[in-house]
């Protein structure tokens, strides 16, 4: 539970990193899609771990 809590939290700052350079990068669709598409890509991981 320990290393999944500590994988969420990685995750979580990842997320807000990432969420941070959309905003601030000027090809906001494009690293949009990319955020949403890795978001579901590790929504999935997360899943089959669970």
Known sequence: MKKH????KWHLAFYIKSFQF?????HYS???RFV???AMVL?????VQA
């Open 5 to 8: 809590r500590g994988v969420s």
């Open 43 to 47: 929504d999935r991981f997360e899943g």
């Open 22 to 26: 959309v905003h601030n990068h000027r």
């Open 36 to 38: 949403a598409t890795l």
């Open 30 to 32: 494009l690293s949009g």
